[in-house]
């Protein structure tokens, strides 16, 4: 499968606690994106990366939030100190370099804090 | 005020009918439209890009107004399988790049 794959597809964790999402974007994509959704919703910007930079952050992306793309492949989103408003579904997306670019999506990770 | 509207329906229509979608958006740098689809609890696929003289996939038309910073999403003789969520979104290119959803609009097609 030459999609984009994340792991894990669900997370159910207590509160307080920290989880770390991956992604594995298609290879030849340079551009990722995180998104998350809540229902009723269209996915919300978070984060996104060109190569292993990153370019831009959302202001929903508070102080717990933290992503990484180190080698400029997969990349890892942590939240820390979940709270019950982190529940949600998060997205990663990838598209290749340029200027009208279709992003694609992987199936998400849906994060559950109790 | 968000930066892409949508109504979210939903829109229930019978089998065969003709069914249109609105959106408008606030950045007036929007330079990339796409009309996107979301299965309920699947992840969105891009259904077809939208350009400024308009085009057409099949039964599925999508038109932009620049002037009015709005864009459309027409289908005709509706599919059981059309049932779904249609995201509107739109890109500027500087600045932010990534892409930008509105919040959907349902639509559920009936027998």
């Known amino acids: 499968d030459t999609g984009v794959s994340q792991d894990p597809r669900h997370k159910i964790t207590k509160r307080g606690q920290n989880v770390t999402f991956r992604c594995d974007p298609i290879?030849?994509?340079?551009?990722l994106y995180w998104y998350r959704q809540t229902l009723g919703q269209g996915p919300e910007f978070l984060t996104y990366f060109q190569n292993e930079a990153q370019l831009e952050k959302s202001r929903l992306l508070s102080d717990r939030f933290s992503a990484e793309r180190p080698k400029g492949s997969f990349s890892t989103l942590e939240i820390q100190r979940t709270e019950q408003g982190d529940s949600a579904m998060y997205l990663c997306?990838?598209?290749?370099?340029?200027?009208?670019?279709?992003?694609?999506f992987g199936q998400g990770t849906r994060l559950t804090v109790v | 005020r968000k930066e892409v509207e949508q109504d979210p329906g939903p829109f229930n229509v019978p089998e065969g009918a003709t069914v249109a979608f609105n959106c408008t958006y606030s950045n007036s740098a929007s330079q990339s439209f796409f009309w996107y689809r979301q299965d309920c609890r699947k992840e969105p696929k891009l259904l077809m890009s939208v350009y400024s003289s308009g085009n057409e996939d099949g039964r599925f038309t999508a038109q932009l107004n620049r002037a009015s910073q709005y864009i459309s999403l027409l289908i005709r003789d509706s599919k059981l399988s059309d049932s779904a969520t249609y995201l509107c979104?739109?890109?500027?290119?500087?600045?932010?790049?990534?892409?930008?959803f509105g919040s959907g609009t349902r639509l559920q097609v009936q027998p």
């Open positions: 997306a990838s598209s290749p370099q340029g200027a009208v670019a279709e992003a694609f």
């Open positions: 979104v739109v890109n500027t290119h500087t600045g932010r790049r990534a892409l930008t």
């Open positions: 290879s030849e994509h340079n551009r």
